[in-house]
């Protein structure tokens, strides 16, 4: 502990920031400050209480674990005392100087991108601590840390971008925050407005929170209740206060089991998906407790990754209390209890679609991208996760999406694969040549819009023991029996192709006759096994200067009329027909989604045409 932490310092920048917005711009619902610093209070007892577990020498052992909120009318002040960890001066510093706290990091992350701020911002991130500032003129905390050697501190600021940190005698052990409110925020010390607000979680709270020495809850964890003794309003509640969230739960699952492992659990998805597109990943925030004392509330490698929009509580009595957290993570027990659970939260997502099908779509549309991430990266579960894949295909509606179990059932009888196309859009789609002979066959294809769909498709490529076939790839195996009239003879067809080949050289890795093609003349196939077309789009467009690398096979359709022009322009004039050649390849790459270098290809469009009007 070191001397040199009293006196005056400035906030970080960050923080400085931060205080701005919550000052000037946050005016709504300014009431959550209160549940931060209970909150708050709340985290200071259970990690004294975790402590405890393992530590003798613990400063004030005999005071209560509890939470004290006194107001004063008068005075206008609010006062939130606990008996937990308290602080250090370092620790003062670290966390009420700076912004340790990720939420209010993405918070400010997001403001500087240019996100409305509002109440929604604040409930999907939370500003902590600092949103006492909404309410106070000023703000003193006075703590002792549960360290024998711990210092009776003060630290106190008024918010505007200093704070000053002094020796003070007489604390107890934890932190006592005294708000000096705002001359228009008398409300908030006031007893029975305070009591209101209290009431909505206090339920929640795991200790004794007393409102002027009035206790407020009978303390008991609400996920070792019955489900049918809860209502709806109080997993609501619950749900928000323990997650610090604004919106309401979408999704509840609550069950409890003893074999083979004790667990109680109550998981929650949100409403909202609370990792934004562009501000980084999300923490895990499901918390583990040992019969109802917290052990972790952000634990790493518990649940899967792709699980970390979930919110709520797992309770196992088969924890062992008395380790450290680093090796609680690497316990085969917390393993399985992972395991077990993810299980059960997948099997539950699948109950709840067949049962509400609105609803489930409504919960792929935002957190579909969750479900396709686990289906690439949690081997475990990866077919019951596909099974939570949701498509729209060349037989649904727009935006009306089917599962593979659906597609699989109305395969022709003859479909050996599941067939898939990337494109931009519906309409794209529909007008790709590689779309004809699905079509003339009555053959479903799964559409997707998305560079992700494409990816997670591409590397699990198979379901229900059938592959997963790209219709751009040159998998796609269709043997067609019924043979076109009127086309090029087997000879003819394989002569010309050899000639294009000839004609066309390093551009195309092969050409050959198309059993799929009806309307078009030729289409460009992706020759590459590992990379579908619309990743090359995609590392084209991250790349642009980098060397191309498309290899396309080339098939021709020998009963398309042009096709069998081309057959005898090549002898009649061979310098136009190559001219012809060389543009129905760029036409079928254009189709592809690849525009190979319009400038050559304009030119060559003229010389065409200065041969063409010449006739
Ligand atoms: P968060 O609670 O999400 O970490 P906050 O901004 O609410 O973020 O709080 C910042 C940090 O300040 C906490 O992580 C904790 O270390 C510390 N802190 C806040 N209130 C207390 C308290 N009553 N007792 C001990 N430490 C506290
Ligand atoms: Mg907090």
């Not at 340790?100 to 500003?127: R, T």
Request: hydrophobic share 35%; glycine share 6%.
């Amino acid at each position: 502990m070191t001397e040199n932490k009293s006196g005056k310092h400035e906030f970080q920048a960050e923080v400085k920031q931060l205080l701005d917005i919550v000052i000037h711009s946050l005016y709504t619902d300014k009431e959550i400050f209160i549940r931060e610093l209970v909150s708050n209070a709340s985290d200071a007892l259970e990690k004294l209480r975790y402590i405890q577990q393992t530590e003798k020498n613990i400063f004030d052992d005999q005071l209560p674990l509890e939470i004290e909120v006194k107001t004063d009318e008068e005075a206008n002040t609010i006062t939130i005392t606990d008996y937990g960890i308290g602080m250090t001066s370092e620790e003062l510093t670290e966390n009420l100087g700076t912004i340790a706290h990720s939420g209010s990091k993405q918070f400010l992350e997001s403001v500087k991108k240019g996100a409305a701020i509002n109440e929604n911002l604040i409930g999907q991130f939370g500003v902590g601590f600092y949103s006492v500032f909404m309410a106070a003129e000023r703000v003193e905390v006075l703590t002792h840390s549960w360290h024998k050697d711990g210092e009776d501190l003060l630290w106190k600021s008024d918010g505007s971008g200093t704070y000053e940190i002094e020796k003070v005698k007489g604390n107890r052990r934890g932190t006592s925050i005294v708000v000096y409110l705002k001359e228009d925020d008398k409300e908030y010390s006031n007893t029975e407005r305070v009591k209101f607000i209290l009431k909505q979680y206090s339920s929640f709270v795991q200790f004794p929170l007393k409102l002027n020495g009035e206790q407020l809850n009978t303390v008991d964890a609400i996920w070792l209740r019955k489900p049918k003794d809860i209502t709806e309003d109080e997993y609501k509640e619950f749900y928000k206060f323990q997650s610090n969230s604004i919106d309401d739960p979408y999704y509840r699952l609550h069950f409890s089991s003893d074999a083979p492992i004790d667990i109680n659990t109550l998981l929650f998805v949100p409403t909202e998906n609370p990792e934004i597109p562009g501000f980084g990943r999300i923490e895990p925030s499901v918390s583990l407790y040992c019969k109802k004392i917290l052990i972790d509330d952000k634990p790493k490698d518990f649940l899967p990754d792709w699980l970390r929009f979930l919110k709520g509580v797992v309770d196992s009595a088969d924890l062992p209390l008395n380790i450290s957290r680093e090796s609680m993570q690497d316990s085969t027990l917390t393993q399985n209890l992972g395991r077990a659970i993810t299980k059960r939260f997948i099997k539950f997502l699948g109950d709840d679609a067949k049962k509400d099908k609105k609803k489930y779509a409504e919960f792929y549309n935002k957190f579909g991208l969750y479900i396709k991430e686990g289906v690439s990266s949690d081997f475990v579960n990866r077919e019951p996760l596909q099974k939570l894949m949701r498509f729209e295909t060349s037989k649904t509606k727009e935006s009306e999406k089917i599962s593979y179990d659906k597609y699989v059932s109305r395969m022709n009888e003859d479909q050996k694969d599941i067939f898939y196309i990337l494109g931009n859009d519906r309409e794209f789609i529909e007008k790709s040549p590689q779309m004809e002979v699905f079509k003339s066959r009555d053959i479903e294809v799964i559409y997707v819009y998305e560079p992700i769909d494409d990816f997670v498709m591409n590397n699990v490529r198979e379901y229900d023991g059938k592959a997963i076939v790209s219709i751009d790839s040159t998998d796609v195996n269709l043997d067609t029996s019924e043979k076109k009239k009127g086309g090029l003879k087997k000879e003819q067809a394989d002569q010309l192709c050899k000639w294009l080949k000839d004609s066309l050289g390093e551009k195309v890795e092969e050409i050959g006759v198309s059993k799929r093609l009806v309307n078009s003349p030729v289409v460009a196939l992706n020759a590459d096994t590992l990379m579908t077309n619309s990743m090359k789009r995609l590392m084209k467009a991250m790349n642009k200067d980098s060397a191309d690398t498309t290899k396309v096979k080339l098939e021709i359709n020998a009963s398309h009329k042009l096709i069998k022009q081309l057959d005898v322009l090549r002898e009649k004039d061979e310098g136009l027909a190559k001219l012809v050649a060389e543009q129905l390849l760029d036409n079928s790459l254009l189709a592809a989604g690849f525009i190979e270098d319009p400038q050559n290809m304009v030119g060559r469009i003229n010389d065409i045409l200065e041969h063409v009007s010449a006739k």
